[in-house]
């Protein structure tokens, strides 16, 4: 699966990405937290929305804007999945391997999937204290995503999408784009996560 690059800054939905970087900004403000583990847990930011709205450009943008002397680590759902029919194995991934043992004070050990192979490979290892950014279909799904700090939901009309994520020179997802979203509509229908969006952005252009 092809992301979304956000080389030259075409975040198609600016200005109101220093909006979104402002909410941000106010939700992460505070210093590292306590944990169930009695440590300091980093702040935590998902983004969500359907393919093709700009998560993924979004999701660089704040990386790039966050604050001097705070670690921030990007984790992608692309890398969770585990293939075209795995939206809900990716969301159990983010639950188990990083939501889970970083509300209990514990590193997180996730593991990667490699498009190219169609093979598991080590991942990430993010300290409980590190700040992360997580953004892809899904990232709102596990129950633990509602203590995260701010909850950014992305919006787009279906033919805009579809022009973007088709535009990436994924061949492999025009294939499975049908596939995909329905899954999609699942989790719609299964978690209405527009409605736990802590900020709600319309990625129009």
Avoid at 8 to 26: I, K, M, N, S, Y
Avoid at 136 to 156: Q, R, T, V, Y
Avoid at 176 to 181: A, G, K, L, P, R
Avoid at 182 to 191: A, M
Wanted: proline share 4%.
């Amino acid at each position: 699966m092809a992301r979304e690059s956000s080389q030259g800054a075409d975040l198609r939905f600016t200005p109101e990405v220093d909006a979104v970087w402002q909410h941000v900004e106010d939700a992460i403000r505070e210093p590292a937290r306590s944990n169930g583990g009695g440590g300091a847990r980093g702040a935590l930011v998902l983004i969500d929305g359907a393919s093709g709205t700009g998560k993924t450009s979004l999701a660089d943008e704040m990386a790039a804007r966050w604050p001097t002397g705070r670690n921030v680590v990007v984790v992608h759902m692309d890398d969770l999945y585990g293939g075209w029919n795995g939206l809900a194995a990716g969301i159990l991934a983010l639950e188990l391997s990083l939501l889970t043992p970083r509300a209990a004070g514990r590193d997180a050990h996730l593991r990667s999937f490699n498009w190219i192979t169609e093979t598991w490979e080590n991942g990430l290892v993010i300290p409980a204290h590190v700040d992360v950014i997580v953004e892809g279909c899904g990232s709102f799904g596990p129950m633990e995503a509602n203590g995260a700090d701010a909850l950014i939901w992305l919006e787009a009309p279906e033919n805009l999408r579809r022009q973007r994520a088709l535009g990436r020179g994924a061949e492999d997802f025009e294939r499975h784009w049908d596939m995909w979203e329905q899954q999609f509509d699942q989790y719609l229908q299964r978690s209405d996560p527009a409605e736990r969006a802590s900020l709600t952005v319309q990625s129009n252009r």
